[in-house]
């Protein structure tokens, strides 16, 4: 639909349906027309891709996404849009809506049966109530997919985007650079949406890597002191890894020495890499 970006035509159409807003959906549609076609022109998708995108509202981005993507398959949780991506996405041959919560789909199962032969991206605007989790499902399935560009707000991009070893980098910072480079592409404000949320947004994009970015020898021991180590990040890593991972502060000065680490380090002023051998050091010494 080619108006759907106009604000007048949006409030006509979820009038016209008597849709009412969901908070607890994270509901808040984009208004602004320049923002959907700059994230479905940076996202990656070409005639030979095949895009999933998470919560499609009324399909403002969906609409631009069949615009350039060979295919498009929609998540959308809330059965009341059903009817109204219907009547917004008729025009277009190639979107499939699919009514279920993506953090229960198989999305193995999704891509293999619907995107069988294309790359892949992911493009969404995202719930902000479960961005992370999100985030973390698609990259921790190790899905086939190339990158995820996402709409989050502002202060989780700063988190997904930090660099590990910086003030701002957190458990999830270091998920992510595990398994992607992140940057930010551009500032959305937040009167670009309806209703506007009380914080500003950005989009950020995740290029996933063929392969995880350090090499550790336990992944779930790797993730369990990463959780520790950040989870009380103004401890000592000696105080917060001992007592998340019950180990005695002698063997963990000895995996700090084997790593060569020191054990009175904070998380946040470890690397990904120094993160990865201390793993490794504390797999070696179990
Ligand atoms: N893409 C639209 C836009 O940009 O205007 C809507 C974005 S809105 C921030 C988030 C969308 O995700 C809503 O349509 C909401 O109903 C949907 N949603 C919320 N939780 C979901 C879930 N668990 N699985 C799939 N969709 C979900």
């Known amino acids: 639909m080619e108006r759907l970006s106009d604000i007048g035509e949006i409030k006509r159409i979820l009038s016209k349906h008597g849709f009412t807003f969901s908070k607890a959906m994270g509901q808040n549609f984009l208004v602004n027309p320049s923002v959907c076609p700059r994230m479905a022109e940076m996202c990656g998708a070409d005639d030979k891709t095949g895009v999933l995108e998470i919560g499609p509202g009324i399909g403002v981005l969906t609409n631009e996404l069949c615009k350039v993507a060979r295919k498009v398959v929609a998540i959308e949780l809330d059965t009341r849009l059903l009817p109204v991506l219907e009547e917004t996405l008729a025009e277009h041959q190639n979107v499939k809506v699919i009514n279920a919560d993506v953090m229960k789909v198989d999305l193995h199962k999704l891509i293999s049966e619907e995107f069988s032969g294309m790359e892949v991206v992911v493009c969404a605007n995202l719930p902000y109530y479960i961005t992370s989790p999100i985030i973390m499902k698609l990259l921790e399935d190790k899905l086939p997919i190339n990158a995820l560009t996402v709409m989050v707000q502002k202060e989780a991009a700063d988190r997904l985007c930090a660099e590990v070893g910086s003030r701002e980098s957190g458990a999830v910072t270091v998920a992510v ?77 000895t995996a700090c020495e084997n790593a060569g680490i020191s054990p009175t380090a904070r998380a946040e002023a470890l690397t990904l890499e120094e993160l990865g051998n201390l793993a490794n050091a504390i797999y070696d010494i179990k």
Request: cysteine-free; glycine content about 4%; proline content about 4%.
């Open 177 to 253: 650079n595990y398994y992607s480079s992140a940057e930010k592409l551009f500032g959305v404000s937040r009167g670009s949406f309806m209703p506007a949320p009380n914080v500003d947004s950005a989009v950020i994009r995740l290029n996933v890597s063929k392969k995880p970015r350090i090499d550790v020898k336990d992944e779930k021991l790797f993730f369990k002191m990463v959780k520790s180590a950040f989870s009380q990040r103004r401890k000592t890593i000696s105080n917060s890894v001992t007592s998340g991972l019950s180990l005695s502060k002698d063997s963990f000065k």
